[in-house]
């Protein structure tokens, strides 16, 4: 294997073997602390323009499941149709791998997406680095035949923030998915049929998967689009990657779909959880290095009830800017930040984490049905 190196933005180098696509590329480093879950993190959409950190040592044991789509129009078993990390780093890629799905091999799968991976970094130490000094960006260089560097990415790539990434990773299209066979019994009742738009700011397919088991027919749109105009039961919020601050367009659309007489649930997840509170008239703010793992405790707000979440993101809302009608849904155990809203009269609420959790803990599963319930 080729040397690659990983060169942050501060100067700190860590220097390893390449095992992916051999290109230089660039993005924001930050860190996951998942065992497991290597396929659906490289195809979540929220991932899009950073180099994803593995502080699990071992990756790459248990192969790549089939990365085609089934006949609602979803992924098999991914998350999106592609790999939206910039690049991966590990401390220990497994080049034999072993498990009843696996179609190929991690190394395969990423240089046939054209995705650099590296391979034999101190992850420990730069997970350090990126907890003191919180995330940054970085570059990534790998050896060309010759012996020598490849031509270097950018030597001051563009700042992560600056970047509208929703509008790269968001549908360009109204897509529909029919509802499937009702799962649960406190669906049993839907009678008509419920339909759901979902804003698409870099949605995970198992969100949808999740609406569609429940008996639920989901509209999904552009982050951008006007979709008040359409007819609909409630609203849905995806997650995406970036700053919440990119996506005034969406946010404009939810305050309105907020101020329309003709009130209708709304849910929203991960990033949908900052674009609601900024419609409300929060304000949101980037954290240190995120939360990126399967493993966050969050408590339900006036409750003793604590859960283990799936979490993905980088940016916060700040609970002191919520307005008097809404309050805080749940809190993060381990820093105290928000991990949810809710109004305190209409049926709107929302959660930092993933439910849908693929892969993670199911432990919140349950906020699914209860918007389900919502819409009557």
Request: proline share 6%; glycine share 8%; with cysteine.
């Amino acid at each position: 294997m080729r040397e690659a190196r990983l060169i942050l933005d501060d100067g700190s180098l860590f220097v390893g073997q390449s095992f992916g696509y051999d290109a230089p590329t660039a993005g924001e480093v930050v860190f996951n602390t998942a065992m497991t879950g290597y396929p659906e993190s490289l195809t979540d959409p929220s991932y899009a323009g950073q180099i994803l950190v593995t502080t699990f040592p071992l990756i790459g044991n248990y192969g790549v499941p089939d990365t085609g789509v089934g006949d609602n129009g979803l992924p098999l078993f991914m998350e999106s149709e592609r790999i939206h990390a910039k690049a991966l780093v590990v401390a220990d890629y497994s080049e034999t791998y072993s498990h009843w799905n696996a179609k190929e091999s991690l190394a395969a799968w990423l240089k046939r997406e054209k995705i650099p991976g590296i391979t034999g970094i101190d992850t420990r130490r730069l997970t350090k680095v990126l907890r003191e000094n919180g995330v940054m960006m970085g570059r990534i260089l790998i050896q060309s035949p010759e012996s020598s560097l490849a031509p270097e990415a950018p030597e001051s790539p563009e700042s992560y923030a600056s970047v509208n990434w929703v509008e790269k990773v968001s549908c360009k299209e109204v897509i529909t998915y029919k509802a499937e066979s009702i799962l649960s019994p406190l669906t049993s009742h839907l009678s008509p049929l419920k339909r759901v738009v979902l804003v698409d700011c870099g949605v995970k397919a198992n969100i949808i998967r999740c609406l569609i088991r429940r008996g639920i027919e989901v509209v999904r749109v552009p982050w951008d689009y006007d979709f008040n105009q359409l007819a609909f039961d409630g609203l849905f919020l995806a997650n995406g990657p970036g700053d919440p601050e990119q996506c005034g367009k969406t946010v404009e659309h939810i305050r309105t779909f907020l101020n329309n007489k003709e009130i209708k649930p709304c849910m929203g997840i991960c990033l949908g959880n900052q674009l609601l509170a900024r419609a409300a008239g929060a304000k949101t703010y980037k954290l240190k290095y995120g939360h990126r793992s399967h493993n966050q405790p969050v408590q339900q707000v006036g409750t003793t009830r604590c859960f283990i979440t799936s979490q993905n993101h980088g940016y916060a809302v700040d609970d002191s800017t919520l307005p008097a009608d809404w309050e805080p849904l749940f809190v993060n155990m381990n820093d105290g930040s928000n991990e949810g809203i809710r109004h305190k009269t209409n049926p709107w609420m929302s959660a930092q984490f993933h439910p849908e959790a693929c892969s993670g803990p199911v432990d919140t599963e349950f906020l699914f049905d209860e918007f389900v319930k919502m819409l009557g």
